[in-house]
């Protein structure tokens, strides 16, 4: 009678020519793994590491900025961008010693350092802020054509109110009323709910577009009545 099953034996010696012909592969996954395993805990803690290597610089240079030792905070800076070129912590030290030289009128030596955080940031929007202070300081430098180059509308999505207004600005300080007009009524329109965007101040807005001869309430956009119960009159 033919046997439907295999003996011990013949599972036992199955066994082993199956180990023989897999044992490389097997253990070749179990070190893969356990080499994967172990790099990604390697690179929590050395990210950890960093991100607190980097917030105690950014300490050291606070205190310096604090104390006006401007010396100081350039080494401590070199050290961050050396170390640390994308870190949070080097952007937010490059726009402190940035609004330190304005502060101090030292416009060319604060360009550098908004312009790359408005090229190097990951945060768009941290981005757009070094953007909007760059342009801030070209126009202090006189220099509109920049400013309207740099700043474009389309490509601003929620700061597009404070793109217009600045664009608005240099329009004014070129002597294009017209612009001018142009821009500020866009940054009106663009900002319908002031609670939307409060480093839009719709006042002085309306105020510089009536400087160029602007009507504030063309820029505002009218509001529907509501609509009358049945039976109302």
Not at 57 to 80: M, P, Q, S, V
Request: aromatic share 6%.
């Amino acid at each position: 009678m033919v046997e439907d099953y295999l003996t011990d034996r013949d599972q036992e010696e199955a066994l082993r020519n199956w180990w023989r012909e897999n044992w490389s592969w097997i253990l070749g996954g179990i070190v893969l793994g356990l080499a994967l395993l172990g790099g990604w805990q390697y690179w929590k803690v050395h990210t950890a590491n960093q991100s607190a290597e980097a917030a105690k610089l950014y300490d050291e240079f606070h205190g310096a900025i604090d104390k006006k030792d401007l010396d100081a905070a350039n080494r401590t800076l070199g050290t961050l961008v050396a170390d640390h070129k994308k870190s949070p912590y080097t952007q937010q030290s490059r726009l402190l010693l940035a609004k330190q030289h304005v502060e101090d009128g030292k416009y060319d030596e604060a360009l550098p350092l908004l312009r790359a955080v408005a090229d190097e940031s990951a945060d768009t929007e941290l981005a757009w802020v070094a953007r909007l202070r760059v342009a801030r300081v070209l126009l202090q430098q006189g220099k509109h054509d920049e400013v309207l180059s740099l700043l474009n509308p389309e490509k601003a999505g929620a700061f597009g109110p404070q793109v217009r207004e600045i664009r608005g600005d240099a329009q004014v300080a070129k002597g294009n009323p017209e612009g001018a007009r142009a821009e500020y009524a866009a940054a009106l329109t663009a900002n319908i709910d002031p609670s939307a965007d409060r480093s839009i101040d719709r006042t002085l807005l309306e105020m510089k577009l009536q400087d160029v001869g602007g009507d504030k309430k063309a820029a505002t956009p009218e509001t529907k009545p509501e609509a009358k119960a049945e039976g109302q009159p």
